[in-house]
């Protein structure tokens, strides 16, 4: 109204008023709060329910993911629970991650391995082949080297004993009928050619023999080696007394071997033993055997996974220089003159033979005047 005096508020009017407004700002942001708190409670629970539904479905899902669909279940309801264990499981991705980089690395080695080995098949299959095909080769050659072997064998013991064992007829007759009438010179020549004559019927004798160990028929039995060495010592007493010789044969195993075959075998080594001997040293010869396994030889041509019946031939005779190992066995490989020594060069040849007959090996080693040793290795079930 005009004329009247305004009414003047006093200060704790002022800061009531100021309260009061302050007050209503309050409750609208409390009601602006609670109102936002409903929609995060309804987003919450829309959330919970779409993950119940989610692990409905899951729980619905085949018998062989049950054990995954609980781990996510777990690893879903760890991950609502606090960021923390959402960091550890990003940790684990990387870990995971990198552990999958080592992996796919270790793969592409392994590929590569596999590649390589695959290239080395392939290589060692032509090899195979190849192998084969000089086997079938080698085979054909055989039957081929077999059928002239026999009819040599027919020859020799038909065709040239009979000639050969007339002129030796003669040659007798003559030197005892007519010894008086031929000169000095005449019966040298005789004696030559009835020297001539030995020897020829000692290599017909000897190739027989080699022939024979070819074509023999194979039959193995478990023997006593004693008794083999035992045999040869009676057939060679008259040399071995001659000789004064010593043959020390002890610690044998028993082996798996073709009995005759093995006699004749050992009667070469010794025979020749007793023959190479020094002039003025009584032969000493020593024999012996063990079972050995494989893989403990220094040899390729021994199977690592089988064991052997290891027999050692050793003497203290001349000896022969050690390029000659490997030639000794060749038939008519003769390391001495006829004049020195004789023989016809077939005795170690047949030993070879006989050894090859018994899927075995056999090396020889020596030195000029140190003696030789013959290792023979043959296949045994013995431990």
């Known amino acids: 109204m005009q004329g009247e005096t305004p009414e003047i508020k006093t200060p704790a009017e002022d800061e009531l008023i100021i309260l009061r407004r302050e007050l209503a700002v309050q ?16 987003e919450l629970q829309f959330q919970n329910e779409e993950k119940e539904k989610r692990a409905a479905e899951l729980l619905i899902a085949n018998s062989e993911l049950v054990f995954q669909n609980m781990e996510k279940e777990k690893r879903a309801a760890e991950l609502s629970i606090a960021n923390e264990e959402l960091i550890f499981q990003n940790e684990e991705k990387e870990k995971r991650a990198a552990e999958l980089i080592i992996a796919n690395k270790e793969l592409s080695f392994q590929n590569e391995e596999k ?6 098949l392939i290589i060692a299959n032509k090899e195979l082949v190849f192998q084969n095909e000089e086997k079938e080769k080698g085979a054909a050659e055989l039957i081929v080297a077999n059928k002239e072997l026999l009819a040599f064998t027919y ?6 004993q009979e000639p050969l064992r007339k002129i030796q007829t003669f040659i007798t007759i003559i ?48 023997t006593d080696l004693n008794i083999i060495i035992a045999q040869v010592k009676a057939e060679l007493k008259d040399t071995i007394n001659e000789k004064h010789a010593v043959i020390d044969s002890s610690e044998l195993c028993p082996a798996n071997i073709i009995a005759f075959q093995f ?18 040293v009584p032969p000493h010869i020593i024999i012996r055997s063990e079972i050995v396994k494989g893989d403990k030889m220094l040899y390729e041509h021994l199977s ?13 005779g001349i ?21 020195v020594y004789s023989g016809t060069g077939i005795g170690l040849a047949i030993v070879k033979k006989i050894v090859a007959n018994h899927n075995g090996i056999i090396t020889a080693t020596s030195a000029l005047g140190e003696g030789a040793t013959f290792d023979i290795y043959l296949p045994s079930d013995q431990a």
């Open 27 to 42: 409750k609208e942001e409390n009601e602006r709060r609670a109102a936002e708190l409903i929609v995060a409670n309804r």
């Open 115 to 120: 590649e390589k080995r695959a290239a080395e």
């Open 155 to 160: 020859v020799s013991s038909h065709d040239l």
């Open 175 to 222: 030197q005892g009928a007519e010894n008086d009438k031929l000169s000095e010179k005449g019966r040298y020549y005789f004696q030559r050619i009835q020297s001539s004559a030995a020897r020829m019927q000692q290599l017909i004798d000897d190739l027989l023999a080699f022939s024979r160990v070819n074509t023999t028929q194979l039959k193995f039995e478990e």
């Open 263 to 280: 006699r004749q075998l050992m009667c070469n080594l010794i025979g020749n033993a007793l023959k190479f001997s020094k002039p003025d």
């Open 304 to 316: 690592a996974e089988k064991n052997y019946c290891h027999i050692i031939v050793k003497d203290n």
């Open 319 to 339: 000896g022969f220089e050690p390029r000659f190992n490997e030639r000794i066995f060749e038939v008519f490989q003769k390391l001495h003159s006829k004049e």
